[in-house]
T-cell receptor, first 119, second 109 residues
Framework: DADVTQTPRNRITKTGKRIMLECSQT?????MYWYRQDPGLGLRLIYY???????NKGEISDGYSVSRQAQAKFSLSLESAIPNQTALYFC??????????????????FGPGTRLTVL | RKEVEQDPGPFNVPEGATVAFNCTYS??????FFWYRQDCRKEPKLLMS???SGNEDGRFTAQLNRASQYISLLIRDSKLSDSATYLC??????????FGKGTSLLVTP
């Protein structure tokens, strides 16, 4: 079984709809992240969480919200989807214990991605 | 100026060739450096970390030049399976990683 899973893998929705993307991990990592990837723009950080009580905005958080329901689960919501949120969304995790030994050396482990299309 | 810049390519090389990619970063406070590999429509995966003294992993060699603020990746004896997009990743002060847009490599028979 994959260590980082995302559901759904593909989603087509309409403008104005509320969408939730879910991420689960069995790696036991404290840190979780949501990115979006657009052609020509690379990966951009939306939100990140270092533990269940910690939520931080990333580079492009407007229009998104997150919930860290447990150490293993981190959900991304689009309250009212718009077409320019069409993108490939990745969840990632990293291990706090790794970086405590070697600061700032987080290796990130990505889920398989969710392809979201907003019509 | 984008924090991490890469030549998007594509780099088209024959099997067996040696190819090198460079990446520049703008934040001199950056502390950690990585190369990730991403296959088409797949998730990025760590290829290798980049250490100050340079490091090698099989056919792959990574170099860091802090004075000039660039990172390089050298691939020797290219294989068809090396075809992918290579992402340069830099850790800013704090914990967030900053990804370059990627360099596309196509290895041909």
């Amino acid at each position: 079984d994959a260590d980082v899973t995302q559901t759904p893998r593909n989603r087509i929705t309409k403008t104005g709809k509320r969408i939730m993307l879910e991420c689960s991990q069995t790696k036991g990592h404290d840190r979780m992240y949501w990115y979006r990837q657009d052609p020509g723009l690379g990966l951009r950080l939306i939100y990140y969480s270092f533990d269940v009580k910690d939520i931080n905005k990333g580079e492009i958080s407007d229009g998104y919200s997150v919930s860290r329901q447990a150490q293993a689960k981190f959900s991304l919501s689009l309250e009212s989807a718009i077409p320019n949120q069409t993108a490939l969304y990745f969840c990632a995790t990293s291990d706090l214990r790794d970086s405590s030994l070697r600061p700032f050396t987080d290796t990130q482990y990505f889920g398989p991605g969710t392809r979201l299309t907003v019509l | 100026r984008k924090e991490v810049e890469q030549d998007p390519g594509p780099f088209n090389v024959p099997e067996g060739a040696t190819v090198a990619f460079n990446c520049t970063y703008s934040n001199s406070a950056s502390q950690s450096f990585f190369w990730y590999r991403q296959d088409c429509r797949k998730e990025p995966k760590l290829l290798m970390s980049v250490y100050s003294s340079g490091n090698e992993d099989g056919r792959f060699t990574a170099q860091l030049n802090r004075a000039s603020q660039y990172i390089s990746l050298l691939i020797r004896d290219s294989k068809l399976s090396d075809s992918a997009t290579y992402l340069c990743v830099v850790n800013r002060a704090g914990y967030a990683l900053n990804f370059g847009k990627g360099t596309s490599l196509l290895v041909t028979p």
